[in-house]
């Protein structure tokens, strides 16, 4: 509110405001303030000035089309007749236009509305205009009626909504809106055709709209405290912006003629985006009382949780590690459905009689949500911790075949006083017996009308607010975290899990709107939400799976999560907002942090001395400067540089990384590397084009090794010593390169590759990252060798450095690497499985299914037999080589655990072995040259 006074004394220079004027011409309305000058035409607005800030943000209507992408302003009416669509009726050539003035105002009235060819006596439209003299606010009030006919004493359609329009905005102007978590959109960034339609509350989380230009901003907001009606936004791209704007009914359809009381709001500021937000801050304070404050509010632990740890429930040991990073009473857990009974022990098929898994609690005793056996203890401890746990429910049971539903018919629904009551006290059932101290509602989300209406004066919106006024009289210590949120569920809500949503548009205008009641959290722990998660200003999730040493993207979700929590960081909104500032936060002890866009993205800790990096994801470049830090498993460097980036990749980089013995720089304009395998005594990378076209077909690369011995390398045409610690290697483009300091094991034909030492890792495909900590795996005949969980863009290899022996070949004598592949359990969508040599795809098959469905037992799928394959190995014989075995996740986020087995050299060919199907993967062959002697 300070700040909206502030900038309202500021526009009107500490005096009052003169009086409005207001001029009509026909359909035509100019109103012309101190603040700005509008024209309306019929229903919409078609010119707009701020006189603020001396610009122009509408001139007239917009000829391309948009308007009508974004919907026809006027009155919808919606049959019951399935095969009739709702028709969108407008001002035309029979309608009566009348005008009324008032005392602060013009009413313009339409009797008579027109839907293409088809008119309508029996329509109206008014429209009030008015000018609020303590705020200065642009009061547009439609008010639609219907007179449809009955017909054997009822309907067969009924008023939908009543709309208004702005029409071809300056396509100059930035339009920043409330909506999928919040998001801003410019006309250079969305296509010509682009148009976007959202529903309050659901996706339009608080029924706004901000267009902001180089100086000002302008802002249009509902002002219906009730909640009796819900509102649609429709946003189009022409030759300017064009948006509709409509209240729509939540009564039964057949029953609703006519559209009242409600409001748009219009202002104009001499600011950014943060004022029109402001104003629709202040509004909502005011209009509900029962809106809460995290700071000072109870439960008085809510404000301090800075970290959500997604389900399944972790147990009692590994909470403990959890909790001894950071601070009591700033960790939660959301359990998801796995808390309870039935849920992951095989049976909830049986149990649910075939039906849907929702609300999933056992139908066997559908009154309560009944724990797994071994839930309440872990509960108990987690929250003696100080980390609360939230267990899931759901409000919005989908089936039908469900007792509920059976006893109550539709009234499960928050229209009805009785599902407002049951749901919390369900909820309360759970506090008491499991000792728990939050609650996850899952579909939380407001999604439409209901489809009876009103049936006891409340409809779905108003109705989700009353039970969470009923929640807090019952459990006023107990917080709740629902799924996403809006205007309606922040009522009652501390906490909104989300996912990602327009990462590349992201916008924290959400975030400001609800931050004093509600925070924010990401169930999505991916890094295409990283982003939009720091832009937005959002809480950490950490994976339930507590690592000792987590890398890469989990690094930084970890360090995130810490300094959030540690140092109770909150949201800050400076009036001015550097362009180069993805988000401003302070800590309690007054500490500033932001994150900052510089080649990528860096979050920093504000000091006398300059900014302080905690990490940096960086990107967008083919090498920078890193100083002290570093980037962990990468071998591209010189001397404080990284080089060799994917500029279209991301690098996270900490302080502290050690740097491997052996490195290399010169890396070509054009290619960058991409290690395959990066071990304790060798790696292999490959040089990857960007445009091999017109990028060059050889490289001089600098290897320099710094406290090992450098035994040799791979794939190199020559080499030439050029100081005691670098070596110039010449490559050819597209190739790879491998370098080892260890001594290679060398293979015989009656050995597996399992009898050796070999490091199972799993890396990114798009930069050979490792994704987490390597790990040696085991030996023995028989035993299959695991590529670990290998999601979406990862990919997991076992690498041995070897000799390949000779054999005594001749003729057409072949040397075969002879193995087994597969997964150990039947999920997944596929894989594909590879054997690289020095980079060289020498093998490939794609794997499509992992498993294969019983029909007779469906819910108990089997693993496939493994496949055999082979690659010869022939013209490697004699030669060191990096050997790999690769797999990848394919193209879901489902994880694939994938084996090799019993991987062994042999000269006698197995015919039952699959084929390579590779579509010229890999590298071309390398020459090999030995090092030169010091």
């Not at 959301?334 to 098929?349: P, Y």
Request: hydrophobic share 40%.
């Amino acid at each position: 509110m300070a700040l909206w006074l502030g900038v309202l004394a500021a526009g009107l220079g500490g005096r009052v405001a003169a009086a409005p004027v207001f001029k009509e011409d026909g359909a035509t309305v100019e109103v012309d303030s101190e603040r700005y000058w509008v024209r309306i035409e019929g229903l919409t607005i078609t010119g707009i000035r701020n006189k603020l800030t001396g610009e122009t943000y509408a001139e007239a209507a917009d000829p391309s089309g948009a308007a009508t992408r974004a919907g026809d302003a006027g009155v919808a009416i919606e049959s019951l007749r399935p095969g009739l669509p709702t028709r969108v009726y407008g001002i035309g050539p029979r309608t009566q236009v009348a005008r009324e003035k008032t005392a602060d105002g013009v009413i313009l009235s339409f009797s008579g509305l027109h839907a293409g060819e088809v008119f309508d006596a029996g329509l109206s439209v008014r429209l009030g205009i008015r000018v609020e003299a303590a705020t200065g606010d642009l009061l547009l009030e439609p008010a639609a009626r219907a007179d449809i006919e009955e017909v054997h004493g009822c309907r067969d359609r009924g008023l939908l909504h009543a709309a208004v329009r702005v029409g071809a905005l300056d396509p100059a102007l930035r339009l920043v809106i409330p909506a999928s978590d919040g998001f801003a959109v410019t006309q250079d960034n969305v296509a010509a055709d682009w148009t976007y339609r959202a529903r309050w509350p659901q996706f339009w989380e608080a029924a706004l709209l901000v267009a902001e230009s180089a100086k000002g901003s302008l802002g249009l907001w509902a002002d219906e405290p009730e909640l009796r009606y819900g509102r649609t936004l429709g946003i189009a791209r022409g030759q300017g912006w064009n948006a509709t704007l409509a209240f729509e009914t939540s009564d039964r359809i057949e029953r609703c003629a006519e559209v009242k009381g409600a409001v748009w709001r219009f202002n104009v500021f001499a600011g950014n985006w943060l004022q029109p937000a402001a104003r629709y801050r202040e509004q909502a304070a005011k209009q509900w009382p029962d809106l809460r404050p995290l700071k000072g509010g109870a439960p008085a632990w809510a404000d301090r949780i800075r970290i959500f740890i997604t389900g399944p429930t972790p147990d009692p040991a590994t909470a403990a590690r959890f909790a001894a990073l950071v601070p009591r009473d700033t960790l939660a857990v959301f359990t998801c459905q796995e808390w309870l009974r039935g849920w992951n022990e095989g049976d909830i098929a049986k149990l649910n009689k075939g039906m849907d898994y929702f609300p999933n609690w056992p139908l066997d005793n559908p009154t309560h949500y009944e724990a797994r056996p071994d839930m309440p203890a872990k509960f108990k401890a987690l929250e003696e911790m100080g980390i609360h746990i939230f267990p899931y429910t759901n409000p919005t049971i989908v089936t039908w075949q469900h007792p509920w539903i059976q006893k109550l018919g539709d009234r499960h629904m928050f229209a009805y006083r009785i599902w407002q009551r049951l749901h919390p006290e369900l909820c309360r059932d759970v506090v008491g017996r499991y000792g728990v101290s939050g609650i996850y509602e899952d579909c939380s989300w407001v999604v439409s009308r209901h489809s009876q209406g009103e049936p006891e004066g409340f409809n779905w919106y108003n109705g989700s607010a009353a039970m969470r006024q009923y929640f807090r009289e019952l459990l006023p210590e107990v917080a709740v975290c629902g799924e996403r949120n809006n205007e309606v569920t922040w009522r009652g809500q501390q906490f909104a899990l989300s996912i990602t949503q327009w990462p590349q548009h992201a916008h924290p205008i959400v975030t400001y709107l609800c931050s004093p009641y509600l925070r924010m959290w990401n169930l999505q722990l991916q890094p295409a939400g990283f982003d939009a998660d720091d832009i937005r200003g959002w809480i950490t999730p950490w994976p339930y799976a507590f690592e000792e040493n987590p890398m890469q993207e989990r690094r930084i979700l970890r360090e995130r999560g810490i300094v959030f929590a540690r140092e109770q960081l909150e949201s800050v909104w400076p009036e001015k907002w550097d362009p180069d500032v993805l988000h401003y936060f302070r800590a309690a002890n007054g500490d500033e942090y932001r994150f900052v866009r510089e080649r990528g993205t860096r979050f920093v800790k504000m000091t006398a001395q300059g900014p302080e990096t905690v990490y940096w994801r960086l990107g967008g470049v083919a090498e920078a400067a890193v100083g002290t830090m570093g980037i962990e498993g990468w071998i591209g460097y010189d001397g404080e540089r990284a080089v060799g980036l994917n500029p279209k990749a991301v690098y996270p980089v900490f302080d502290g990384v050690k740097r491997g013995p052996v490195t290399v720089s010169g890396v070509p304009a054009g290619y960058y590397l991409r290690p395959c395998a990066v071990r304790d005594g060798f790696w292999i990378a490959q040089l990857v084009g960007e445009d091999a076209g017109a990028a060059p077909t050889e490289a001089v690369l600098r290897v320099r090794a710094e406290g090992v011995e450098l035994r040799g390398l791979c794939n190199a045409r020559s080499v030439k010593r050029v100081s005691e610690h670098e070596i110039e290697a010449t490559v050819e483009l597209p190739g790879a390169l491998g370098a080892y300091w260890a001594e290679p094991v060398l293979l015989n034909d009656t050995d597996r590759l399992t009898t050796y030492p070999v490091v199972n890792g799993v890396h990114r495909r798009d930069t050979g990252l490792a994704s987490r900590p390597v790990e040696a795996v085991g030996g023995g005949e028989a035993l299959a060798q695991s590529c670990g969980s290998v999601e979406n863009g990862e990919e997991g290899s076992l690498a041995w450095l070897v000799t390949v022996p000779e054999f005594n070949l001749a003729g057409e004598d072949q040397i075969f690497l002879q193995f087994s592949y597969g997964s150990q359990h039947p999920y997944g969508d596929g894989a594909n499985y590879s054997v690289r040599v020095n980079g060289r795809t020498v093998w490939k098959r794609y794997r499509p299914e992992q498993g294969k469905t019983d029909p007779k037992n469906p819910a108990a799928p089997q693993p496939l037999p493994l496949d055999r394959g082979q690659a010869s190995l022939r013209e490697y014989a004699g030669k060191v080589v990096v050997l790999e075995l690769v797999a990848d996740g394919n193209r879901s986020s489902v994880s694939e655990s994938i084996h090799w087995h019993s991987p062994r050299l042999s000269t006698t060919p197995d015919h039952t072995a699959k084929t390579d199907d590779a579509e010229g993967g890999g590298v071309p062959e390398q020459p090999e040259a030995p090092l030169l002697e010091p």
